[in-house]
């Protein structure tokens, strides 16, 4: 059975942090690992990771992907409260649908 | 373009009732997805269709039963709805089903079960 787990669950920090989100897995014939944001409705696609060790950025946030260990990272820096939201790590196994995690809630106060 | 559309936006049932969620995609793709969304459990797959004619089981399929109408058109329908059924339910659909992908998720559809 696939497995993916984030963590924190839940997260408070000022504007201006830096925060990391964690996300490990358990699954047979990994292909990517998918990271999304979810504000009031349906999550965002942020970044697909394939390959060890190479991080994708995208303005304040980048992510990488660790093969070996099983687990990816996602960082947020000089956090905003518009970076308030769920993000989700999802996983992509063999031809299986996506495995999500529960999410981490990030809140960020002014 | 729209993407992956969704209705209803919101809907409430009585115990017992049925009814259907319709979603379509306009992005040529050929997989497509029903999940639901609970306060704590992230998404939970219920039914996916990687392919126009071809329907599977997710996760959490009991109570639900799906319909690939045709390439951009997957429905959900619940025969006789529960409260345990309470829940926000996204559609998603991707390119493919069987490599690295993306998914493109509808609005959602949020569905009390009273």
């Known amino acids: 059975e696939d497995k993916v787990v984030q963590s924190p669950l839940s997260l408070v920090v000022h504007e201006g942090d830096t925060v990391t989100l964690n996300c490990s897995y358990e699954?047979?014939?990994?292909?990517?690992l998918l990271w999304y944001k979810q504000e009031k409705k349906a999550p965002t696609f942020l970044f697909m990771l394939?390959?060890?060790?190479i991080e994708k950025k995208s303005g304040r946030l980048s992510s990488i992907l660790d093969k070996k260990e099983l687990f990816s990272i996602l960082n947020i820096t000089a956090t905003q409260t518009g970076d308030s939201a769920i993000y989700l790590c999802?996983?992509?196994?063999?031809?299986?649908?996506?495995?999500f995690g529960s999410g981490t809630r990030l809140q960020v106060q002014p | 373009n729209a993407g992956v559309t969704q209705t209803p936006k919101f809907q409430v049932l009585k115990t017992g009732q049925s009814m259907t969620l319709q979603c379509a995609q306009d992005?040529?793709?050929?997989?497509m997805y029903w999940y639901r969304q609970d306060p704590g459990m992230g998404l939970r797959l219920i039914y996916y269709?990687?392919?126009?004619?071809?329907?599977d089981k997710g996760e959490v399929p009991n109570g639900y039963n799906v319909s690939r109408l045709n390439k951009r058109e997957f429905s959900l329908r619940l025969e006789s709805a529960a409260p345990s059924q309470t829940s926000v339910y996204f559609c998603?659909?991707?390119?493919?089903?069987?490599?690295?992908?993306?998914?493109?998720f509808g609005p959602g559809t949020r569905l009390l079960v009273l």
């Open positions: 998603a659909s991707s390119e493919r089903g069987g490599g690295p992908e993306t998914q493109y």
């Open positions: 699954v047979t014939n990994f292909r990517s």
């Open positions: 394939t390959s060890s060790g």
């Open positions: 992005m040529n793709h050929n997989s």
């Open positions: 269709s990687a392919s126009e004619g071809t329907t």
């Open positions: 999802a996983v992509k196994a063999g031809r299986r649908a996506l495995t």
